[in-house]
């Protein structure tokens, strides 16, 4: 196993989720990672950075999100940053929750956890939210 670290940093607009996505699928298979796992990351990848550009950045082209692929001991790690207001992650309804079934907010969230082995959201010092994910191997 060789431990690299991959960056990006994309523009908030839409079109980045889906280079974003590109990215960890294929650094996901260079670093041995089988259908089911590469499905899993891409899936958090396309949630985390979806909300990094719409809910974080507000679709502000000035501002960027930042994203780190690494191939750890651990597995696949992905963090990424947005420059936004933040959120309390606790806050956001549970969307599993029988009175929250019909609010389209917090899937995410739930999809992200299922998806991942870790997920941890932390605001970082220059503003805006962090979001780091672990794909165990």
Not at 2 to 23: C, D, F, Q, Y
Not at 53 to 65: F, R, Y
Request: proline share 3%.
């Amino acid at each position: 196993m060789n431990e690299k670290k991959t960056k990006l940093k994309l523009p908030s607009r839409l079109e980045s989720v889906e280079k974003a996505a590109l990215e960890a699928e294929k650094l996901a298979a260079e670093n041995g990672f089988g259908e089911e796992a590469r499905y899993a990351i891409d899936m958090a990848v396309r949630e985390s950075v979806a909300n990094a550009v719409k809910h974080g950045n507000l679709l502000d082209e000035t501002k960027s999100v930042e994203i780190t692929f690494e191939n750890s001991g651990d597995g696949f790690e992905i963090t990424i940053k947005d420059f936004g207001a933040g959120f309390a992650v606790e806050k956001i309804p549970d969307p599993t929750n029988p009175e929250n079934l019909l609010k389209a907010n917090g899937r995410g969230i739930l999809f992200m956890r299922s998806f991942m082995d870790e997920v941890e959201w932390s605001n970082h010092a220059e503003g805006g939210m962090m979001v780091k994910m672990l794909k165990k191997r």
